[in-house]
């Protein structure tokens, strides 16, 4: 019976994928039409539209559905994007972009009015996503190696203002004011209030929370032939603006550091984050994970409201466009984990405290930097790593 509901639920994302993929098709000729008969002595203007499935037999072979599904679309995973650049005539830009993965989805829609370049860009953005909630209640499995899933999954909706600011030489920063509503639901797309062992899923108790959150984020680069330093920081306020809406202050920051030692190249990093106030368990600071710390499942060192995480990277010229790596990562909850509500860390049997290192291969290639990375955790269980990073190697 189990088994038969997650195959129903595959058929259900992947007729939604289809929908949608129609829907784009005919909103791209529908703009392509309005743009043609917008014009006045100019050219059209012409609507970008990109489709990019692809089977990813590795992510699948790494990465096992945690929706159990026959069906062979529901393995395929890409990006559907539309792009419109005078929606209305007066070079409003409209994008649409599907992202779909084997056990997640997100959908935005974002539509921009010019604006000279000296002030502040603004975007009205509309989101929707679908995400397996496995950083927070999964359970660590295989000696901390992976996560596993409960059956939770994060449905979130939001709308709001973005605003970036002009950028500088060095400075980049944007403020946004969203509506967000998010609902746990099951497998099978049910709303879920409480996990297994009857703990709230939600900080109100009910099916779903909702929050009007103002973030502020900015960043600083500075980046030269033999160093560089990237500070991003970013603040997100609940505002008591609606009934029920959850009150809190979110903060967190990362500082980048990069040397050139000769040949070689030394990177070290730090993040820290804390959250105050109302809280969702949803909201916890996950730590684990590549990003995080290597050789542990996604949230499986830890999860909680203060959270701290060092890493550390020396790479290693070897021959032409190739590289080697030795790393070191290390993460704690700084003993949060038991203010979260429900206290998720504790009842999954997570330490709260990792520390993970190895080393890596890295080759750079025209398309981005394929990167390999083998790391073990703190008891000695090994995990690879496959990545693309498509700024291209260093």
């Not at 703009?31 to 037999?57: E, P």
């Not at 993965?101 to 989101?127: C, H, K, M, T």
């Not at 927070?136 to 939001?158: E, Q």
Request: glycine share 12%; charged share 15%; proline share 5%.
């Amino acid at each position: 019976m189990g088994a038969q509901q997650s195959v129903n639920a595959g058929k259900g994302h992947c007729s939604f994928l289809l929908i949608f993929f129609l829907f784009v098709t005919v909103v791209a000729r529908v703009g392509n039409l309005r743009g043609r008969s917008s014009v006045r002595g100019n050219a059209a203007a012409k609507v970008d539209m990109q489709v990019d499935l692809t089977h990813m037999l590795c992510e699948a072979l790494l990465l096992p559905p945690l929706r159990s599904s026959g069906v062979t679309l529901s393995q395929i995973v890409g990006r559907i994007s539309l792009k419109h650049p005078n929606l209305f005539g007066r070079s409003e830009k409209l994008d649409v972009i599907l992202d779909k993965g084997i056990n997640d989805s997100n959908v935005v829609v974002a539509y921009r009015r010019p604006r000279p370049e000296w002030l502040s860009q603004q975007s009205f953005v509309v989101q929707h996503s679908m995400t397996p909630e496995v950083a927070v209640h999964g359970f660590p499995a295989d000696n901390f190696t992976r996560s596993g899933s409960r059956g939770i999954n994060l449905s979130r909706l939001s709308f709001g203002l973005e605003l970036n600011e002009p950028a500088t030489s060095n400075w980049t920063s944007g403020t946004s004011v969203k509506f967000e509503h998010i609902r746990p639901v099951n497998n099978q797309g049910h709303s879920i209030a409480r996990d297994q062992d009857g703990f709230p899923l939600t900080c109100s108790g009910n099916l779903h929370d909702n929050m009007i959150i103002l973030k502020q984020e900015s960043g600083y680069a500075d980046v030269n032939d033999n160093s560089f330093l990237k500070v991003n920081f970013q603040m997100e306020q609940g505002l008591p603006l609606v009934p029920k809406s959850l009150t809190f202050n979110r903060v967190k920051c990362a500082v980048s550091k990069g040397i050139k030692l000769g040949p070689t190249f030394l990177v070290t990093s730090l993040t820290g984050g804390s959250i105050v106030g109302d809280m969702a368990p949803y909201q916890a600071f996950a730590i684990g994970g590549l990003g995080s710390v290597r050789g542990y499942g996604e949230g499986a060192v830890g999860s909680g409201r203060l959270c701290l995480i060092a890493n550390c990277e020396y790479t290693i010229p070897l021959v032409k466009h190739l590289e080697g790596s030795i790393f070191m990562d290390c993460g704690s909850d700084l003993g949060s984990g038991r203010h979260v509500p429900g206290n998720p860390a504790l009842r999954q049997g997570k330490p709260g405290f990792g520390i993970g290192f190895g080393y890596g291969l890295h080759f750079n290639t025209d398309l981005g930097q394929i990167r390999v990375d083998y790391a073990m955790n703190a008891f000695n269980r090994k995990t690879i790593y496959f990545g693309i990073n498509s700024s291209g190697g260093s």
